[in-house]
């Protein structure tokens, strides 16, 4: 994927009611192909993440174990 961050803050409000970590679904974050910061979903959470032009960052696949469970988060990008 050639899509990379910007320079800007990037921030994650969790919604979710209840996840479990062996569902997948984490935000990672990559640079210099290396995974810098993995973010769990917990609930009402708030987190604040300072990007540059070297990141790259994703959402991991939900697998089959989350079954009926949905992950909810907004996400809210100020760019540099």
């Not at 800007?8 to 009611?17: A, K, M, P, Q, S």
């Not at 708030?46 to 992950?71: C, G, P, Q, W």
């Amino acid at each position: 994927d050639k899509t990379k961050e910007e320079l800007g803050i990037r921030v994650i409000i969790e919604l979710t009611e209840s996840w479990n970590n062996n569902f997948g679904g984490y935000n990672s974050f990559i640079k210099n192909n290396e995974e810098i910061l993995r973010i769990n979903p917990v609930k009402n959470s708030l987190t604040v993440i300072k990007t540059d032009k070297e990141m790259k960052s994703f959402v991991k696949y939900i697998n089959h174990k989350a079954k009926n469970y949905k992950r909810i988060f907004l996400e809210l990008k100020y760019i540099l």
